[in-house]
């Protein structure tokens, strides 16, 4: 650790003390005043950008600690008449120094999404580094993430919704007046179909929107036949005002809609809370929520989080739950983690309605946009699949639905709920 503070002294006196020549000043100007841009402190030094992370509060719920500074959008203007070279420095906090990008994403605008480039990335003593050549008189964006705009995800809804069966509805407004849309696959809501909500764009930076974008595609395709037996509404943003502001995984007051869901914050939520009303209005049978990592590499597997089956009410809901989990498993690579985190959606929406949650599902950017859009796809094929449409028609609890919270599930619920928790509680206050 000394070493690396030695050198990280040095390279940063020597931005200080250097002398900016006329090729940083004045042929090259950093951009990150654009709905998405995330940089902090770009200092040139020669023909290296040495820049760090935004960063943004730490998420605590649950007993849990979570960090999205992660993550960096930004663009570079080229006012030459030459092709310029420039090599890229990351220079990272020091928990995240082992956190080293497959891959940098390009853009030659940040209203569309942003593509693999070819670049390589290499580790450097403050981090890593790669070299990205700008064509003269252009500007180029840059991300260590699969950026999808919230421009370019509008303008994708907007397009599909001019085909049937797909509909927008605009069920709230954000912290900044954005406003907050979900898709349907339906007019009027069919009681005899069972509903799978899916929802993605919680944490802006992780390129999840791809995935809701090409289900809604195919559910207008070659899955149409899928809406004739299930309703469907597909969510592609929750966090707009995180994808405006260049936030990795809060809204605009600092809250993680994920692990942190305040469905009864209004003022400093309004994502949340207008998102619940929204469920209360259409409560679903099984709800998935994707997500993607980037940057976290071969150590993170795809596959979704699921809850234990003593948090479903009724026995042929908890057979439902753990046939769909062994569909999801069947997927090649895959690999389920168990998750109790009572503050998300996730566990909301099946102690208030009984819905059985995948959420997150993960996916991850190493499987290329295809492969990611693939096993998206595949995902909802296989929880179509698991269903008879009847036998759920006694799952939504009361006063939603018509089914009673018997008293040995809640029993047994609480139990379960004591013996997870106190560890933990308890591992917190004497630390």
């Known amino acids: 650790m000394g070493s690396r503070n030695s050198q990280t002294c040095q390279i940063h006196n020597k931005i200080f003390t250097s002398l ?41 719920a649950d007993n849990e600690t979570h960090d999205y500074n992660l993550h960096f959008n930004f663009g570079i203007q080229n006012n030459s008449k030459q092709l310029k070279t420039i090599n890229i420095i990351i220079d990272l906090e020091e928990q995240h120094l082992n956190l080293k990008p497959k891959t940098i994403y390009t853009s030659p605008s940040p209203t569309h999404q942003y593509c693999e480039s070819k670049t390589n990335v290499l580790p450097n003593e403050l981090g890593y580094q790669f070299e990205i050549k700008i064509d003269p008189e252009s500007c180029l964006y840059i991300s260590n ?49 069972p509903l799978i909500l899916i929802t993605s764009g919680f944490h802006p930076t992780e390129g999840d929107t791809t995935a809701t974008e090409a289900i809604a595609k195919w559910l207008l395709t070659t899955g149409k036949d899928n809406t004739k037996n299930v309703d469907f509404v597909i969510i592609p943003v929750v966090n707009p005002d995180g994808f405006t502001s260049g936030y990795n995984g809060c809204n605009t007051s600092g ?88 503050s998300t959606l996730a566990y909301k929406i099946t102690k208030t309605f009984n819905t059985i949650t ?8 190493d499987l290329g946009i295809h492969g990611l859009q693939q096993l998206a796809i595949n995902v909802v094929q296989n929880i179509v699949h698991t269903l008879n449409h009847c036998d759920l028609h006694d799952q939504i609890l009361r006063p939603y639905g ?30």
């Open 358 to 365: 995948f959420a997150k599902y993960h996916l991850h950017q």
């Open 20 to 60: 900016i020549n006329n090729f940083t000043n004045t042929d090259l100007l950093i951009l990150s005043d654009f709905s998405g841009g995330s940089i902090r402190d770009p200092k040139f030094l020669a023909q290296d950008l040495i820049c760090k992370l935004k960063l943004e509060p730490l998420v605590t």
């Open 402 to 431: 018509s089914r009673h919270k018997p008293y040995k599930d809640i029993l047994s619920q609480m139990l379960y709920t004591c013996r997870y928790s106190l560890p933990k509680q308890l591992k917190k206050q004497f630390k």
């Open 255 to 342: 809250i993680n809609l994920f692990w942190d869901f305040q469905n009864y914050n209004l003022k400093s939520c309004p994502e949340a809370y207008y998102l619940w009303e929204f469920i209360k209005q259409f409560p679903p049978n099984i709800y998935l929520d994707f997500h993607a990592y980037s940057i976290q590499g071969k150590q993170k597997k795809i596959g979704p989080y699921f809850k234990p089956e003593i948090f479903y009410f009724g026995k042929l809901t908890k057979e439902y739950a753990s046939k769909m989990l062994k569909s999801l498993e069947s997927l090649p690579g895959n690999k389920s983690q168990k998750l109790y985190a009572p």
């Open 145 to 193: 993430t699969l950026w999808n705009p919230i421009d370019a995800i509008n303008k994708t809804f907007e397009s599909l919704c001019q085909q049937e069966p797909l509909h927008v509805i605009d069920y709230g407004t954000s912290c900044n007046g954005n406003k907050l849309s979900a898709y349907k696959t339906f007019q009027d809501r069919d009681l005899n179909k």
